[in-house]
RNA sequence: GGGCCUGUAACUCAGUGGAUUAGAGUGUUUGCCUCCUAAGCAAAAAGCCAUGGGUUCAAAUCCCAUCAGGCUCGCCA
């Protein structure tokens, strides 16, 4: 649906391309920003090496020959822009209907977008990176469920992985006073799981026969065999993904589906993939050369590839073992309903929100109609190390004839978060164990303390439970926030400062002015929309408000929640400044009414704003 | 060698379908609680938008080259 600023703005467009005898694609208008007087404006440059017309003619033109809109009250011609002035009356009356729609309910729109996120190896728990690549696909699934789309959220488990054998041939082979102890932040299983994983790297790193043996129980879990030993190992990754979800559910990041690597194997999901690649002639099996025995994809084929030092990806081993992409591209095949394979699921992790995840179960499963379908968009949150690999995947599948699966697979390669220790940057590593302190917990944990601090020094009167509780939320928001704010092709330097900053372009800042707004509210409830009146400062903050919805397009077109943060800094920065300026309870009744009406349309829009980004208001802080 | 990303104020970042005067926050300096929450507001200082070309009446924005930093091209996952 559209708001009446779209609506608007469509039509000017229209007027404006039947005087130039343009495309309306071609034709771009501007809206008003802070201090300028017009509410829309067209800059004839756009348009003027296109017609081959001097832009000041062109603006002339416009302004002259213009059909005259019932909305606009004015036109006027300044250079090379014309600028449009709105009817008042009109601005008020739509600005107050648009405030009063009813919201429609969302939640049956089918699901014909999938985002795989944030697909943690188990092994470990959550850093603060993964932090940002959970954030990330959460805040999208929201943006899409808000304007288009039903959204299927999957969680992608890498159980056949080096980290996760590791761990279990930890927990046979390690002396029992070397293991982890289980205290402090270790009685958490992905936790103790991350500390055990630090030590059995270190081993193996140190010890071939040890590093021999881990990769000899990695092949023992793929073979799907040895039933005892493969129950033991998922007993493990299990724990550890329940205690991943303790970390995911704190920060409101849901699911929809759970697939494991190794169900691809054990339905026929990966069979019918291979067949499918095997009968492609891009798809070979090397005779000779470096890659003897291999079922190769001859990527060499293409020419971005070609001058690469390995053009080929190895989709089979010799050993006759798959490599990881041969896997990800039959998750990929399933992600877009191609196979017939659909597997069969089963509910199996209840949320906080009452709903379930699903896993595949095989034997006891059901087939489920609503994850196999075909998808509009393959949206895959994974970290820009993996641009090539995700690139070649998505080749893969063109090559296979599958031209509209890759126009609509989408890699968002977002940077990593990067701490600093002595002047010199440093990325998390699982293997390393360096992101012990600065795991998603402990972070969280940190900035709820600080925001603890805060809270008892201001709201003193309150209960400890409610402290506590506006403690958490403004903590988690904090660290959420930080991770949206800034654009994902950005690398973040993590600090603890800034996260645990309550001043400024921050999650608090928002909350507070929130909060302010509200405490408006509270003191005078309700005021009579019939009797309204706007200032020169009401409309700017009004036009901005209602340009909610061009901006959710916007991010929601970019992949981008970092522009709904932004925006949600702007109408806040506007609101503050309004709020010190203007009284709105001691003002006279039509102003009155106007300033409690724009005080609680801002509340609104920040509030719908904040919940895109998985963050959730407070009345009070 | 190939591919991708980044470079805007001292710091962290918006802006990048060309254009009305390049914007915020932090930090610095200075005002403002007798007034709806001062985790706030207002003001000042601070920019050759990495560099060099090109296209254009007009470039931080588009094109090419260069420099600097990061990622990546494995029978790892």
Redesign the pocket.
């Known amino acids: 649906m559209q708001s009446f600023l779209e609506e608007a703005i469509d039509e000017i467009k229209k007027e404006i391309s039947t005087v130039l005898k343009t495309k309306i694609?071609e034709i771009?208008?501007?809206i008003?920003e802070?201090?300028?007087d017009?509410d829309i404006?067209?800059?004839?440059?756009?348009v003027?090496?296109l017609l081959k017309e001097?832009?000041v003619q062109i603006a002339q033109k416009i302004a002259k020959d213009i059909n005259k809109l019932i909305f606009i009250e004015k036109i006027e011609q300044?250079?090379?822009?014309v600028?449009f002035f709105f009817h008042k009356m009109w601005l008020t009356r739509k600005i107050v209907e648009q405030q009063l729609i009813f919201k429609e309910d969302k939640t049956y729109l089918k699901k014909t977008i999938l985002i795989e996120y944030p697909s943690v190896?188990p092994g470990k728990p959550l850093h603060i990176g993964h932090c940002r690549n959970a954030v990330l696909g959460a805040s999208l699934s929201k943006i899409f469920e808000y304007s288009t789309s039903g959204v299927l959220k999957i969680n992608y488990i890498?159980d056949?992985?080096?980290?996760?054998a590791c761990v279990t041939w930890g927990t046979i082979n390690v002396n029992k006073n070397e293991l982890p102890k289980k205290e402090g932040y270790a009685v958490k299983a992905d936790q103790w799981q991350g500390r055990l994983y630090a030590i059995v790297a270190k081993k193996m790193k140190e010890n071939e026969e040890v590093d021999k043996a881990v990769?000899e129980i990695?092949k023992k879990i793929?073979e799907r065999t040895d039933q005892a030993l493969i129950k033991k190992h998922n007993n493990l990754v299990k724990e550890c993904l329940l205690a991943q979800y303790q970390t995911l559910w704190r920060i409101g990041i849901l699911h929809d589906l759970i697939i494991n690597?190794s169900d691809l194997l054990d339905s026929k999901t990966y069979k019918e993939t291979f067949e499918i690649l095997k009968n492609n002639k891009n798809v070979v099996y090397?005779k000779e050369g470096?890659?003897?025995?291999?079922w190769?994809a001859k990527l060499g084929n293409l020419k971005?590839?070609?001058?690469?030092?390995?053009?080929?990806?190895?989709l089979v081993?010799?050993?006759g073992?798959s490599?990881?992409?041969a896997k990800?591209i039959s998750l990929h095949f399933h992600k877009f309903g191609i196979l017939k394979d659909m597997m069969n699921y089963k509910k199996c992790i209840k949320q906080l929100n009452g709903e379930y995840i699903y896993c595949v179960d095989l034997v006891d499963g059901k087939q489920n109609n609503e994850f196999s379908s075909k998808k509009e968009k393959v949206i895959n949150v994974i970290?820009?190390?993996?641009?090539?690999?995700q690139?070649a995947m998505y080749d893969i599948l063109n090559l296979c004839g599958y031209k509209q699966e890759y126009d609509n697979s989408i890699h968002i390669?977002y940077?990593?978060v990067w701490f600093k220790e002595k002047g010199e940057?440093f990325?998390f590593s699982g293997r390393s164990g360096n992101w012990i302190g600065y795991s998603t917990d402990e972070v969280l944990d940190k900035a709820v303390a600080?925001?603890l601090?805060?809270?008892k020094?201001?709201?003193k009167d309150k209960t400890e439970k409610w402290q506590n509780s506006?403690?958490e939320l403004?903590g988690t928001s904090a660290v959420k926030f930080t991770m949206i704010?800034?654009?994902?092709?950005?690398?973040?330097?993590f600090?603890w400062?800034?996260i645990m900053?309550?001043?400024?372009?921050?999650a608090?800042?928002l909350?507070?002015?929130y909060?302010?707004a509200?405490?408006?509210l509270?003191?005078?409830p309700s005021y009579n929309c019939d009797n309204i009146k706007f200032g020169k400062a009401e409309y700017a903050i009004l036009t901005k408000l209602a340009m909610f919805n061009i901006i959710v397009n916007?991010a929601r077109c970019?992949y981008?929640p970092?522009?709904i943060a932004?925006y949600s800094?702007?109408i806040?920065?506007m609101f503050?400044?309004?709020?010190?300026?203007?009284?709105?309870?001691?003002?006279e009744e039509e102003i009155k009414n106007g300033?409690l009406f724009l005080t609680k349309a801002f509340c609104n829009t920040l509030k719908d704003a904040l919940s895109l980004l998985l963050i959730d208001c407070?009345?009070?802080?």
Request: hydrophobic share 30%; glycine share 6%.
């Open positions: 694609d771009h208008l501007i008003s802070k201090d300028a017009w404006a067209f800059c004839s440059a756009s003027a090496g001097n832009p300044k250079n090379i822009y600028n190896n890498d056949l992985g080096l980290q996760a990769r990695m793929e690597e090397e470096k890659n003897k025995g291999c190769v971005e590839y070609k001058k690469m030092t390995n053009p080929d990806k190895i081993r010799s050993d073992t490599t990881y992409i990800d970290g820009s190390e993996q641009i090539y690999t690139k390669a940077e990593h940057d990325k600080i925001a601090e805060g809270v020094e201001r709201q506006i403690a403004l704010k800034t654009s994902w092709t950005k690398k973040i330097a600090d400062g800034k900053d309550m001043k400024g372009d921050t608090c800042y909350q507070y002015t909060a302010r509200k405490g408006i509270r003191k005078s916007k970019a981008s970092a522009i932004n800094l702007e806040a920065g503050n400044s309004f709020y010190a300026t203007y009284p709105v309870l001691n003002a300033r407070a009345e009070e802080i």
